[in-house]
């Protein structure tokens, strides 16, 4: 800083180079405040990819096809159906669950059925329990992967296909988990919600 | 040995021909680092006694098992004294407690008040880097208490006032589906103000710290309390705008349709706590950063030695700030991670004891030999090495993410951040208060008095945290306002150990007012050969201008220990 510094009556100010390198620091602080900022709105997209690369937070793998290779653990899988309050449909697995050995390919049936009087769409959310088990978990085809209409009263059977993978038997993770459910939620559009703030309903389980 | 100039007297008269600003103007537009300063004080004292009442209160309602004292604060707050109010305003009561001891108590008081008195005296600059931002980080604060205590008073759950989800805001209790009401938005708004306040203050602080150090004070000549404001200051910086942009989510999610946390538009409550924890942890280093400089400054002083180890202090202080960005998810061990991550989150949790360590045995270190005196300050300081320790062991215990399984939102975790917060924190803003008030004020307290404001808050909030241990081991949880008779023991000996600690608030207001009303003048340097770092060169209380021709600063440059003032062998 420079050897004195000045002020006009009260705010004590200084001058020439001192005032400049405060200033870059200044720059710089707000910068750096903005970065983190930005890479916090960053994380939103970061955590969904990652969520989807590694089955954190159970979040099931999509794959193509079947590797085929068959494993020799059976567990069983649980199925699990709910419909999210503002959304006037029934929803329920056809079965409630199924044993199965690891790597081999399953299909299994969700009924769903409009309740309303006319047409609305819905996309359901789904993730498995134990969250460990998401990384093993690979779908194949889903109806959670697109939106799905249904005109009035209309109803449907929705295939999921899906295998688990044998390369579970090798984590200690999994070691203990000799169940797994699967479980999906399903959602109105966001735009198509009520207006926040009319109801305390929660969701739960569908009829 | 170095040393520094004396203080100029001449240059003192020379100010008293500018107009000093009086009244309410010097404190509103105040740009004066000290004005400031003492403005953050005042306001942390107040908003400190508001947090303490309602957790006095909260004590109340949890001494005995069944629901007695919220039924009536409910009906008189809102009008309803049913059931469900008083259940609901107790969840208010202890949120914003938290947050005003964490938000408008601590981080006032380190920071803004010791943090902007202080450093510029300790370092030998004139005043802060920006002067007016300085003002404008104060009256932000200001603000944002406001928009927090209205948040009391708005509705927040259907038909409820004030928000209850804890100082978390964890959706989907934050959102629109636990509380529709504007009172969350009052706290989220609350919390964007006292974000602003803050980027700006730690902007200033490494602008001063970094640029406007006197000639010859290098990085590793600074005493160790501007240390730790700078590295505070860049915590601040990295952690802040985190909460920020995880509010602003929460703010458009409940207003404007974003789903960043809905699961209906693919969004997932479990981001708000990654982004919430990647800030709170770095926050709860931003609280007791600041008092490991103050605590090392006054051991250091009664010691009548220099600290023992600065260097290793500072590279321990940076340590502590650099890993508290690289474990958050300790606070997450039960939302279901894999093995691996939670391996890791338990190992980098436990190496932070490392520093940490480091730090308490160089304060053991200083003591060691050195000729001690138990003045007020010293008191303090080394009942917060005690208490500190304490709640790094059980931080230690809870770093285990089996022991988690079981202990987690227990009672042993609020004995655990409350042994080092409320006490912790608490103590050693208290060994900066009765170390720097003579300098502040210009006036001596009465140590008696305040050797039993030390001992009676000792006892009492020992008195009140140590049993939440074993009812965290009984497997209380936290946030409930009410619980069974098995644990209505420990839950009266906890309260009633707030009640003493509420004492020892009493006489600490008492010893201030006793202090401005005997004013015995305080001289220069009231701590003897101990206190050589730079404040204690300049009058007290300290002029409204000090450092406007740098101290000189003598001796090695390369030599790494805190640049001291001279036993009057000045220049």
């Not at chain 1, 903005?34 to 979040?59: D, K």
């Not at chain 2, 009410?482 to 020892?504: L, P």
Request: hydrophobic share 50%.
């Amino acid at each position: 800083m420079t050897a004195s510094g000045d002020h006009d009556g009260t705010t004590v100010s200084v001058g020439g180079r001192a005032r400049r390198n405060n200033c870059l620091i200044g720059v710089g602080g707000i910068t750096l405040a903005l970065t983190m900022i930005g890479l916090t709105y960053g994380a939103a997209p970061f955590y969904s990819a990652f969520c989807r690369a590694t089955g954190y937070e159970g979040t099931p793998q999509r794959v193509t096809a079947n590797t085929d290779a068959e494993g020799h653990r059976i567990l069983r899988v649980g199925f699990d159906a709910n419909v999210a309050p503002g959304l006037d449909w029934s929803f329920e697995p056809e079965s409630e669950s199924v044993r199965l050995r690891t790597g081999k390919t399953v299909t299994v049936f969700f009924r769903a059925r409009n309740l309303t009087d006319r047409p609305t769409e819905a996309r359901a959310t789904f993730n498995v329990t134990p969250e460990v088990s998401g990384e093993y978990f690979d779908k194949i085809a889903c109806f959670c992967f697109t939106t799905q209409h249904l005109g009035p009263h209309e109803s449907a059977e929705w295939p999921v296909v899906f295998f688990l993978d044998p390369a579970l038997e090798n984590d200690i993770s999994m070691a203990r988990v000799d169940s797994i459910t699967l479980s999906y939620t399903l959602f109105a559009p966001p735009s198509e919600k009520p207006a926040p703030g009319r109801s305390a309903d929660r969701a739960g389980p569908a009829g | 040995m170095a040393s520094v100039t004396d203080f100029s007297h001449h240059d003192v008269e020379a100010h008293h021909a500018h107009e000093l600003p009086t009244g309410w103007r010097r404190f509103l537009f105040s740009t004066n680092h000290k004005d400031i300063g003492t403005l953050y004080l005042v306001f942390a004292i107040c908003a400190g006694l508001i947090g303490t009442v309602f957790s006095i209160v909260i004590r109340a309602e949890l001494m005995e098992p069944g629901l007695h004292v919220f039924p009536v604060i409910s009906a008189v707050m809102s009008g309803d004294g049913s059931i469900d109010a008083a259940k609901n305003m107790y969840n208010v009561f202890f949120s914003s407690h938290a947050l005003i001891m964490i938000f408008f108590m601590v981080m006032p008081a380190m920071m803004g008040g010791f943090g902007n008195w202080m450093v510029p005296l300790l370092i030998g600059a004139p005043d802060m880097a920006f002067p007016r931002l300085n003002n404008l980080s104060f009256w932000l604060l200001a603000a944002s208490f406001a928009l927090l205590m209205c948040s009391l008073f708005a509705e927040g759950s259907p038909g409820m006032h004030g928000f209850g989800g804890g100082w978390v805001l964890y959706p989907p209790f934050s959102s629109v589906i636990g509380t529709p009401g504007p009172a969350a938005d009052f706290v989220i708004l609350s919390m964007h103000l006292a974000g602003a306040s803050s980027i700006i203050g730690s902007i200033n602080f490494i602008a001063t710290i970094l640029n406007m150090r006197a000639p010859g004070m290098t990085m590793f000549r600074m005493p160790l309390f501007a240390w730790s404001v700078l590295i505070t200051a860049f915590l601040l910086l990295l952690a802040l705008p985190v909460l920020a942009g995880a509010l602003t989510m929460l703010l458009t999610d409940r207003n404007f349709h974003t789903t960043f946390f809905e699961p209906a538009g693919g969004g997932d409550p479990i981001l708000f706590q990654h982004l919430f924890w990647f800030f709170g942890h770095p926050e709860v280093y931003i609280l007791i950063i600041p008092g490991f400089g103050i605590v090392s400054q006054v051991v250091a002083t009664f010691s009548k030695k220099p600290i023992f180890g600065y260097v290793g202090m500072v590279y321990a202080m940076l340590a502590i700030a650099f890993l508290g960005f690289a474990v958050w998810a300790h606070h997450m061990f039960t939302t279901g991670m894999s093995l691996n991550a939670q391996r890791y989150f338990v190992f980098a949790t436990m190496v932070i004891a490392v520093p940490t360590g480091v730090k308490v045995f160089s304060w053991l270190a200083t003591m060691w030999g050195g000729s001690i005196s138990l003045r007020p300050p010293m008191l303090w300081a080394i009942g917060f090495v005690f208490v500190f320790t304490v709640g790094g062991v059980t931080g230690v215990v809870l770093a285990n993410a089996a022991i988690d399984r079981y202990l987690h939102d227990t009672y042993y975790v609020v004995a655990h951040f409350h042994y080092v917060m409320s006490l912790g924190a608490v103590f050693s803003i208290f060994a900066g208060f009765y170390y720097w008030f003579p300098k502040m004020t210009g006036y001596l307290y009465d140590e008696r008095l305040a050797k039993w404001h030390f001992w009676v808050s000792f006892v009492g909030i020992n008195l009140t945290f140590f049993p939440q241990h074993f009812l965290g081991f009984q497997g209380m949880p936290r946030r409930v306002v009410d619980y069974t008779e098995a644990y209505a023991f420990w839950n009266m000996v906890s309260s009633i150990g707030a009640y003493i600690s509420g004492a020892g608030t009493l006489i600490f207001l008492y010893l201030i007012y006793e202090a401005f009303k005997a004013k015995r003048h305080a001289p220069d340097n009231p701590w003897g050969p101990g206190a050589t770092t730079l404040e204690w060169k300049v009058p007290s209380p300290a002029p409204f201008h000090t450092w406007e021709s740098p101290p000189q600063i003598f001796g090695d440059e390369d030599v790494h220990a805190p640049a001291i003032a001279g036993h009057g062998s000045a220049a």
